[in-house]
């Protein structure tokens, strides 16, 4: 079964980041007024990474987008910790 789990959702007056896990891959899906971008990644870090140069993305939602993915991957290695 193909399962899409949001892992992270950032979103701005200048647009929306997305990193979706699914099937071993990282879907980043970043938009905003007047442009779109769509990539897949073998990894997060990879996904992140890519991020810093996808046209369009102003330097407040990457900033943001990054601080709420650090924080969502505390939580989850927390979490992983716990078990």
């Known amino acids: 079964m193909n399962v899409t ?3 992270s959702d950032t979103r ?3 647009g929306r980041v997305r990193f979706l896990l699914t099937s071993g891959r990282v879907r980043l899906i ?3 007024p ?3 971008h769509d990539s897949l990644h073998a990894a997060l870090e990879d996904a992140a ?3 810093a140069v996808v046209p ?3 330097q407040d ?7 709420d993915l650090e924080r969502r991957a505390r939580v989850d290695e927390q979490v992983d910790g716990a078990a």
Not at 61 to 67: C, G, I, N, T, V
């Open 12 to 14: 701005t007056s200048q």
């Open 61 to 67: 939602l990457y900033e943001r987008a990054l601080d």
């Open 49 to 51: 990474t890519f991020l």
């Open 30 to 32: 970043a938009e905003g």
């Open 56 to 58: 369009g993305l102003d």
């Open 5 to 7: 789990r949001h892992f």
């Open 34 to 36: 007047g442009w779109h």
